[in-house]
């Protein structure tokens, strides 16, 4: 009789231990359904998403100014290389992005300065402007009458993520623009 009872018991216990485990209490109920409502929606670079904007984007990437630059780093409690900050950013948001500063030229869909919109993704040399060999990537930050700004990690005098007019030195490296969103 006991050889009996005790599966039983057992088989009881565990269909009751499993489904206490699947029910939350209302209140985290509620808290869940509104993380998962904020979560960002998955895209890729090869769709347009409007469930994320480019304020959305730029909001984020602005959360983290200040973090010191750390080459061939993605994570933003140690620091980030330019490429790392960029594809941290994108992929915060779904976007299927490269990790390396020379693969974004082949990601999203070449643009120009002229149309360049908030969220697009510059891509620059290294800090020899005279060798064309891409070096540096960072998100165009904003547009208006004095110029485009960008948010990038720079490995320069700020050694960190900044904001930084596309003027003077940046501008004698810039060699294209792609649009990801």
Known sequence: ??????????????ATAGKAQTILPAQYQEL??????????????????????????????KSMLGIPYRYATSNPK????CSGFVSYVFSNFGFKVPRSSREFSSAGKETSLE?????DVLIFTGTNSRI????????????????IKFIHASSGK????????LNGHYKDRFMKI????
């Open 78 to 81: 140690v620091g980030f290389d």
């Open 115 to 119: 149309n360049a919109k908030v969220g």
């Open 32 to 61: 869940v359904k509104k993380l998962v409502a904020n979560l960002p929606k998955n895209a890729t670079i090869t769709e347009n998403s409007s469930a994320t904007n480019s304020t959305t984007l730029i909001d984020f990437a």
């Open 132 to 147: 064309r060999r891409i070096g540096h990537v960072g998100i165009v930050y904003s547009i208006d009458e004095n110029g």
């Open 1 to 14: 009789m006991k050889k009996i009872i005790v599966p039983i018991l057992f088989f009881i216990l565990s």
């Open 178 to 181: 792609v649009s990801i969103l």
């Open 158 to 165: 700020a050694h960190q993520v900044t904001i930084t007019d």
